[in-house]
């Protein structure tokens, strides 16, 4: 009997350690193989955080979204996170999406003007009326990928 | 008609002249790290999406960040970071409003390094608070380079830190900031 308890309080114990081992451990959203909560075009999306900052970033903050637009143009001045930036009906709003460097071959393949799909994780909306320098907006995506 | 060719070929010259010592430099793609080290743990984080301008003309810089762009080795880390330290949905931006003191001593048409003060108002989670520091302006090929680091206290800044993981997050936490401008117009 004694030893059946000690064998269960160990499993338990071991479990325990197991569950805190692995939550401590777990990895980053995996964008490629998890389903987008949302679909949209690049002019909803920034419509959205464009009427209504604090209420998008409550609604799709966080979430995988797939987002389709004209290509505007590659901004590759940052070797860490390549981006791309796709067109919205605002002249100084964009969808910035940022990917990991592994797949500037696949940005580097992209025509300007060309129709793309991309999903990523969105981050909100970055630049400020408040600092005139910074008025012009960027709905921000990380981790993104292409899917068309 | 002579008036509007003498005027013209004053603006031609004017044009040819202006080298790209004035205006607006900017990014949308810099870098900010922030490092905490305590003992116990270090803990580092990077955003590479920091939108910035400054003008050549007064000095005026600005940054704004997403603090949710702030990327952490472990999710784990990053999701209370966002979650419970930050309140990121609440208070998404990082802003800082200042000045680089010395622009007048930036020769920003002419390759070279140089140094001036920074001073502005850093905002994090509705919190403004004076920020000092020295930042290393690079000058080549008509790019610019910035870096500058500070030290502050996530305290100072409202962000709530429970006991129980306090002694694994400094109360000094390091920026640096590295970004590359180019010139706007």
Redesign the interface.
Same mark, same amino acid.
């Given at each position: 009997m004694r030893k059946i308890t000690i064998l269960s309080i160990s499993f338990i114990v071991l479990g325990i350690l197991l569950f805190v081992y692995r939550?401590? $451990?777990?990895?980053?959203?995996d964008v490629l193989n998890t389903k987008a909560n949302v679909e949209m075009t690049a002019i909803e999306l920034f419509t959205y955080f464009d009427t209504n900052?604090d209420s998008a970033?409550?609604k799709y903050?966080?979430q995988i979204i797939v987002v389709s637009g004209v290509l505007h143009s590659k901004?590759l001045? $940052?070797e860490? /996170?390549p981006?791309i930036l796709i067109k919205t009906n605002e002249d100084d709003g964009f969808i910035?999406c %940022?990917f990991k460097p592994e797949y500037l071959n696949n940005i580097n393949s992209l025509k300007e003007s060309s129709t793309i799909k991309v999903k990523g994780i969105c981050? %909100?909306? $970055? %630049?400020?009326d408040?600092? /005139?320098?910074?008025s012009d907006k960027?709905v921000?995506l990380?981790s993104s990928i292409l899917i068309e | 008609m002579k008036k509007t060719i003498i005027y013209s070929l004053l603006f031609t010259i004017a044009t040819a002249f202006t080298t790209h010592s004035g205006g607006i430099y900017k990014t949308n793609t810099g870098n900010i790290n922030f490092y905490s080290h305590t003992p116990v743990e270090d803990i580092t984080a990077d955003n590479h999406k920091v939108k910035t301008a400054f003008s050549a003309e007064n000095g005026k810089i600005q940054f704004s960040c997403l603090i949710k762009d702030f990327e952490f080795k472990k999710a784990l880390m990053q999701e209370h970071f966002n979650e419970n330290y930050m309140e990121s949905t609440t208070y998404p931006k990082a802003t800082f409003d200042g000045t680089i003191s010395s622009i007048s001593t930036i020769d920003l048409g002419k390759d070279g390094t140089y140094t001036s003060p920074v001073v502005g108002k850093l905002t994090i989670k509705d919190v403004t608070k004076d920020v000092t520091t020295l930042g290393t302006f690079t000058v080549k090929n008509g790019l610019v380079n910035a870096k500058a680091t500070f030290n502050l206290n996530p305290y100072d800044y409202n962000v709530s830190i429970p006991k129980m993981v306090a002694p694994k997050i400094s109360d000094s936490i390091k920026i640096s900031i590295d970004i590359d401008y180019t010139h706007q117009h």
């Open positions: 939550m401590f $451990n777990k990895p980053h959203t900052e970033t409550i903050s966080d901004d001045s $940052n860490l /996170e981006q910035r %940022g981050k %909100g909306l $970055n %630049g400020d408040d600092l /005139e320098l910074l960027d921000v990380s | -």
